[in-house]
C-alpha cells in the first residue's frame, strides 16, 4: 500500500465517522418532522428551534457516553446501553430545558412522548445493522487493519490466538518481533528484532502495534516507543498476566503522570447516579406494592415463634463499613456475634414458617427498605455476617473487594446457584469468584439482566433453605 493510498485511506475513515455522528441527531430530528406531520402539527417556529437544540445537543451528549467509540471491538448490548444511556440523558436535557424556559406547553404531548420513545428503536436499528455490515466485511477479509506484536510471551500469544479466532475484529496479524524468541510459536513468523520493528512499520504502514512485555523489558519498550512516535501506528500496550485478575484497569493521570488503575468502584459518577436513582424507584414502588403481603407476614411471624418480626445483623456495606440489614425472623435464635452458624439443611433453628420464608426468599423482602435507605443495592453482592467476613478475608484472596460497592439483594452469584450453604472453602470461593466477575464487567444491562433472571432462579432453587 502506498503512502498516499494510506493517507486516502485515513482521510475516508475521518469522512465516514463524521458521517456516523451527524446521522444520529439527523434522523431524530428527521423522525420529529415525520411524527409532526403524522399528528397534523405544524412543523413551525418553536418546533424547528427544539429540533435545533435537539442536533446540538445530541453530538455532545452521545459522544460521552462512548457511542462514537470503533465498533471493532464492541458488542451490540454495549451499544444498546450507551444509545439508551445517552438518550436517557437527552431527555432528561429536554424537559429540564422546557421546564425552565417554560416553552414545554407549546408542543403536543403525544407528539413528544411518541418521539422520545420511537427514536431510541429507530437509531437502535440503525447502528445494529451497520454493526452488523462492518462485521461481516471484516470477517471477509476487508476494511481490516494490519498489526504486529513487539514481544514473544505467553501474553502475546494469547493475544495473537485472540485476533486470529476473532475474525470479525479485522486485525490481520503481520508477526512478532523479539531478540529472544520463543523456540515453539505458532503460524505467525516472527519477522525480526525490536530495533527493527519502527523501520518495518513506517515501511508497510502498519495500523497497530501491540507492546507485550514485563517490568523487564522497561528500557527496551522505551526506545521502541521513542521511534514509534515517528510513525502514525496506534500503539497499546498488553498488561502482563499479572494484570489479567484486575478488578477494573482504567488509564488515567494526574498532571500528566500516567496511571492504570488495579482496584476501583467498577462503575462512574453519572453511572453511580443512575443505579441509585434505578434502586430508589424501584424499591420504593416494592415497598408500596408489597406492604400488604409483609404486613401478613410480620404478623404470621409474630404469632408462630416468640421474638421479634425482623431479625437485625450486622453485615459490610460499601467500603467495609458495618450496616444492619434486616430481615423477616425465620430461626429461633438470634446471632450476630462472633461466631455466626450458617443455616443447614434440615436446620433445627428454623421455625416451620421460617422454612417457608427462606425457601421462597420473601424472608428477604425487608432488605427493600436498606435499598431504599441507601445501604444496600437492588443487585450487588450479597452481604455476610461480619463474623464470615473475618474469617473469609483471611482464606481468600480477593474477599474484601466485593465491598468496592454496596451490597445487593440478589447478585450475579445468586442467579448463577451460589445460594445456601457454603460449608466447604471451594463453594465460598466459587461464590466470589462471581461477584469480582460481576465487578469486572459491571453494567446497567448486566444489572437488569440479574433483577430478570433472579424470580426465575429462587423459585426453583433448591440451595435456599
Not at 493510498?5 to 418532522?33: C, E, F, G, K
Not at 445494529?128 to 506484536?149: E, H, K, M, T, V
Not at 425487608?366 to 464470615?388: K, Y
Request: aromatic share 10%; hydrophobic share 45%; charged share 20%.
Amino acid at each position: 500500500m502506498s503512502h498516499n493510498t494510506h493517507w486516502s485511506l485515513r482521510a475516508n475513515m475521518s469522512i465516514v465517522t463524521l458521517v456516523q455522528r451527524l446521522l444520529d441527531p439527523a434522523l431524530a430530528v428527521l423522525l420529529l418532522y415525520v411524527l409532526a406531520q403524522s399528528y397534523n402539527h405544524t412543523f413551525d417556529t418553536n418546533l424547528q428551534v427544539f429540533a435545533l437544540t435537539t442536533f446540538l445537543l445530541m453530538l455532545p451528549v452521545f459522544k460521552s457516553t462512548g457511542m462514537y467509540r470503533p465498533y471493532r471491538n464492541l458488542a451490540p448490548r454495549l451499544i444498546a446501553i450507551r444509545l439508551i444511556l445517552g438518550w436517557s440523558v437527552m431527555i432528561g436535557l429536554l424537559l429540564f430545558t422546557g421546564f425552565v424556559t417554560k416553552t414545554s406547553v407549546l408542543f403536543s404531548r403525544a407528539l413528544i412522548l411518541t418521539w422520545f420513545g420511537t427514536v431510541p428503536v429507530i437509531l437502535l436499528a440503525v447502528h445494529f445493522i451497520i454493526w452488523a455490515i462492518l462485521r461481516q466485511l471484516r470477517s471477509s477479509g476487508r476494511n481490516s487493519r494490519s498489526a504486529i506484536i513487539a514481544g514473544v510471551n505467553k501474553v502475546s500469544l494469547n493475544l495473537a490466538d485472540q485476533l486470529r479466532e476473532s475474525k470479525d475484529l479485522g486485525i490481520r496479524l503481520n508477526g512478532f518481533f523479539d531478540d529472544q524468541p520463543l523456540e515453539e510459536l505458532p503460524d505467525v513468523p516472527v519477522i525480526g528484532t525490536l530495533s527493527e520493528l519502527p523501520d518495518y512499520v513506517r515501511r508497510h504502514h502498519i495500523d497497530v502495534v501491540y507492546l507485550a512485555g514485563s517490568t523487564d523489558d522497561d528500557s527496551r519498550f522505551a526506545e521502541l516507543i521513542e521511534a514509534l512516535q515517528d510513525t502514525t501506528a496506534c500503539v497499546y500496550f498488553v498488561p502482563s498476566l499479572l494484570m489479567y485478575s484486575l478488578m477494573h484497569g482504567r488509564p488515567y493521570e494526574i498532571n500528566g503522570v500516567p496511571l492504570i488503575s488495579i482496584w476501583e468502584i467498577p462503575f462512574s459518577d453519572l453511572q453511580y447516579l443512575l443505579k441509585r436513582a434505578i434502586d430508589i424507584v424501584l424499591s420504593g414502588l416494592a415497598l408500596v406494592f408489597l406492604s400488604p403481603i409483609m404486613m401478613i407476614i410480620g404478623i404470621a411471624v409474630k404469632l408462630t415463634s416468640p421474638g421479634p418480626v425482623l431479625f437485625k445483623q450486622r453485615r459490610y456495606g460499601l467500603n467495609g463499613q458495618e450496616i444492619i440489614v434486616y430481615k423477616f425472623r425465620s430461626m429461633k435464635v438470634m446471632e450476630d456475634g462472633g461466631k455466626v452458624e450458617q443455616a443447614k439443611r434440615g436446620d433445627s433453628r428454623i421455625t416451620p414458617l421460617g422454612a417457608f420464608l427462606r425457601k421462597t426468599s420473601l424472608d428477604e423482602l425487608p432488605q427493600f427498605l436498606n435499598v431504599w435507605q441507601g445501604r444496600m443495592s437492588l443487585v450487588g453482592p450479597r452481604p455476610h455476617a461480619v463474623a464470615h467476613n473475618e474469617m473469609y478475608r483471611k482464606l481468600i484472596s480477593g474477599y474484601m473487594l466485593r465491598h468496592k460497592v454496596k451490597p445487593g439483594i440478589t447478585g450475579w452469584a445468586q442467579v448463577n446457584g451460589c445460594r445456601g450453604e457454603t460449608e466447604t472453602l471451594d463453594k465460598m470461593k466459587r461464590r466470589i469468584d462471581y461477584d469480582l466477575e460481576y465487578l469486572k464487567n459491571w453494567s446497567l444491562g448486566l444489572d437488569i439482566q440479574i433483577l430478570l433472571k433472579t424470580a426465575f432462579v429462587f423459585l426453583r432453587d433448591s440451595n435456599a433453605y
